[in-house]
């Protein structure tokens, strides 16, 4: 069936980088957009970018532009984001999702909390 | 900058009919914003419900239900049941550019 499964809790001091990791399972990788969204304790759901089918395409929102970047490794089915400069306010669950293009959004990952605190 | 608006917070007595709104504050939401709705449980993941404005998942409740209404994208929720109190996220696309979520409606089923 269908997962996307996402790389455990990671902790960084202001000013680091963290990657997290979404490998997907169960349907064919290179079909789907995989977007990043995150969530901050107490707040709503944010979008941070997207990364298309081949890998050569990605789009970030301006909030985040300069500071993350989205990969993806086709042969290990798996989605790789990036965010650097961290500041506090980064502390949030990030998640993958991904969307068959034409806006049908469906599986999600079960989401990694970035802590960052010094 | 681009704002999707959704009520914060509404209340529904079970088995009624409720009705969550997701404005832009560019325009009319059209079919070509391709409206996905979300809920979420504390502690969960979001779950989606509705894609590309009215259409369900197959694990979608018959009674959730997606459209357009006026101006905004809408979400109803026919025969309200206490497993439906949960935070519902709308997202939107901006043609050429970005996705952007609504703000989040909290649902109080009470």
């Known amino acids: 069936q269908v997962q996307l499964v996402q790389s455990g809790a990671e902790v960084r001091e202001p000013g680091a980088s963290v990657r997290v990791s979404c490998q997907a399972y169960?349907?064919?990788?290179?079909?789907?957009?995989m977007h990043w969204v995150r969530q901050a304790p107490g707040q709503g759901l944010e979008w941070m970018g997207i990364i298309n089918p081949n890998g050569f395409s990605t789009h970030y929102a301006q909030k985040f532009q300069g500071r993350v970047t989205v990969t993806r490794d086709t042969s290990a089915t798996t989605v790789y984001m990036e965010l650097s400069s961290l500041r506090s306010e980064d502390t949030a669950v990030y998640y993958c999702a991904r969307e068959l293009p034409g806006g049908f959004f469906d599986y999600w990952g079960q989401g990694t909390l970035v802590t960052v605190s010094s | 900058q681009t704002v999707v608006t959704q009520e914060p917070s509404l209340t529904v007595s079970p088995g009624g009919t409720v009705t969550l709104t997701c404005a832009s504050n560019?325009?009319?939401?059209?079919?070509?914003?391709?409206a996905n709705w979300f809920q979420q449980k504390p502690g969960q993941a979001p779950r989606a419900l509705i894609y590309?404005?009215?259409n369900k998942h197959s694990w979608t409740p018959a009674r959730f239900s997606g459209s357009l209404l006026g101006s905004k994208a809408a979400l109803t929720l026919s025969g309200v049941q206490p497993e439906d109190e949960a935070d519902y996220y709308c997202?939107?696309?901006?043609?050429?550019?970005?996705?952007?979520f609504g703000g989040g409606t909290k649902l109080t089923v009470l």
């Open positions: 560019t325009g009319a939401v059209t079919s070509g914003y391709y």
């Open positions: 997202l939107l696309y901006y043609y050429g550019g970005p996705w952007v």
């Open positions: 590309s404005t009215n």
């Open positions: 169960g349907y064919t990788f290179s079909n789907y957009y």
